[in-house]
C-alpha cells in the first residue's frame, strides 16, 4: 500500500512527509525542493488489542506504544505540482509518473492563503483554487491517455468485440488502475452499455476514475497562520477537510526521538522530560496553546488514518500461531498487525502471510470466541487469528 503526499510547491508538503516518517528529506521556503520523490515508512494508529487482552505485546512487523498500535505503510512525497503539470508544465510529467504508484493521495494545501499558485509567497490567496486545480491536472490527465488511445480502444470493442471494463483497464494498468476501478466509474459517470463515448463522456469517465482510483484527503496545512480560521471555516462548507500543522507534528516527533519529551502521534498532549531552553518553551508553548489544545491534534496522524482506515477501508487482523498464549513460535506476543481490505478471508490473510501457508492453509482459529474458521470466513477489525495449516 502506498499513500501519495502531494499539492503544489511550497505548502509544507516534504514537512508533512517528514512528520510522518522521520525521513531525511530537504525541507525548504521555497518551490521544487522536492525534484525527486522521497519514499519513506509512515504508521497507521489504532488501538491495541493487547488492552482487550491484558497482555503486554512484543510486536514485530509494528510499533506499540502505550497500548497504540502502529502498523507501516509506505509514504510518498511527490514533487510539487502546478497548473499545466499535464502538459509538462513545472515538474509535471515526474510528478504524475510519481503519482501513478500510490492508491489514495493527501492534497495538502495552505490553508493561510499564503501561497500563490506556483508556489510564491503572497497574501490573500484563495486555497480552494489549488483544491479544483489539483483535482482538473489529475483529470486532464487521465482523459489525456484515453483520448489519445480511444479509436484503438473503441475499434476493439465495436469490431471486435473485446470487452470495454477489460480494454480500460488494460489501457491504464500503468496508473494502477483496477477493473473495479473502471467498473466502478463507469457506473458513477453513468455510461453503463454505452460505447459510442463522446468527448464529454471520456472527461465524465475520468473525473469519476480520478475519483475512485485516487481518492484525496485533503489537509488543510500550516492552520496556525489561519487567522481566526478564516479559510477553515469557509472551506470546510464545501469539503472534507482535516485542519493540519505539520510544521508542530515533525517538531514534537523529532524532540521526542531525542528525548526532550514524551509524545505518542496523534495525541493531544505531551509531557516534557528533561530541562529545556527558554526558546524550546516558547516554542512547545505555543504548538500547545495554539494547535494541540486548539484543534485536538496536528492533524498528521489523522490524515494518514483517514486516508487507510476510512477512503481504502482497511482492517487490522492479527496473527499468532498459539491461540491460548497469542505468541510466534519465539514467545512473541500478539507479534504481527496485518492492513487487510474489508471483506477479506481467513484464506486471504493466509497468503498475504505467505504463499506456502495459502496453499497448505485448512482452517484457522478465532483467537477470541476459540472457535475454528473456514477459508470464506469474513475477518473483522481487530480479530486475532492461528492460520492451521497441513503437514
Not at 20 to 48: H, Q, S
Request: glycine letters at 8%; charged letters at 25%; hydrophobic letters at 35%.
Amino acid at each position: 500500500m502506498e499513500i501519495g503526499i502531494v499539492g503544489k510547491p511550497n505548502v509544507g508538503k516534504t514537512t508533512f512527509f517528514k512528520a510522518l516518517t522521520l525521513a531525511d528529506a530537504e525541507v525548504a521556503n521555497f518551490p521544487f525542493t522536492t525534484i525527486k520523490a522521497n519514499v519513506g515508512v509512515g504508521y497507521v494508529r489504532r488501538d491495541c488489542v493487547c488492552k482487550e487482552f491484558g497482555v503486554h505485546c512484543s510486536p514485530r512487523n509494528s510499533l506499540c506504544i502505550n497500548g497504540a498500535r502502529f502498523i507501516p505503510v509506505k509514504v510518498i512525497d511527490v514533487a510539487g505540482l502546478v497548473p499545466g503539470a499535464h502538459e509538462g508544465k513545472g515538474l509535471g510529467n515526474q510528478f504524475l509518473d510519481d503519482l501513478r504508484r500510490a492508491e489514495a493521495l493527501i492534497h495538502v494545501i495552505d490553508i493561510s492563503g499564503g501561497t500563490d499558485e506556483k508556489g510564491n509567497c503572497v497574501e490573500g490567496y484563495d486555497p480552494e483554487y489549488d483544491i479544483r486545480f489539483l483535482e482538473d491536472e489529475i483529470d486532464s490527465w487521465f482523459y489525456g491517455i484515453l483520448k489519445k488511445n480511444w479509436q484503438k480502444i473503441s475499434t476493439k470493442i465495436t469490431h471486435i468485440g473485446k470487452n470495454l471494463v477489460v480494454e480500460l483497464t488494460n489501457q491504464l494498468s500503468g496508473l494502477e488502475v483496477t477493473e473495479a476501478d473502471v467498473r466502478a466509474a463507469i457506473h458513477q459517470a453513468g455510461l453503463d452499455g454505452k460505447t459510442g463515448w463522446s468527448d464529454t463522456d471520456l472527461m465524465d469517465f475520468s473525473v469519476s476514475l480520478r475519483k475512485t482510483s485516487k481518492p484525496f484527503i485533503i489537509s488543510g496545512n500550516k492552520v496556525d497562520l489561519d487567522v481566526d480560521n478564516t479559510n477553515l471555516e469557509r472551506l470546510k462548507k464545501k469539503y472534507s477537510i482535516t485542519p493540519t500543522c505539520a510544521e508542530a507534528e515533525l517538531g514534537l516527533r523529532v524532540a521526542c526521538a531525542s528525548g526532550i519529551l514524551q509524545y505518542i502521534p496523534g495525541d493531544c498532549s505531551f509531557q516534557v522530560l528533561e530541562d529545556i531552553t527558554d526558546k524550546q518553551i516558547h516554542a512547545l508553548s505555543f504548538i500547545k496553546k495554539n494547535i494541540l489544545e486548539r484543534l485536538g491534534s496536528t492533524g498528521v496522524q489523522e490524515c494518514l488514518n483517514t486516508a487507510v482506515f476510512d477512503t481504502l477501508k482497511q482492517i487490522v487482523v492479527y496473527c499468532v500461531e498459539n491461540e491460548n498464549k497469542l505468541t510466534d513460535s519465539k514467545g512473541n506476543v500478539l507479534p504481527d498487525a496485518h492492513l487487510m481490505p474489508e471483506g477479506s478471508t481467513a484464506l486471504d490473510l493466509a497468503y498475504r502471510i505467505h504463499t506456502d501457508i495459502g496453499d497448505k492453509f485448512i482452517g484457522a482459529i478465532d483467537c477470541k470466541t476459540k472457535k475454528k474458521i473456514g477459508r470464506d470466513h469474513i475477518l473483522t477489525n481487530d480479530c486475532v487469528i492461528k492460520i492451521l495449516m497441513q503437514k
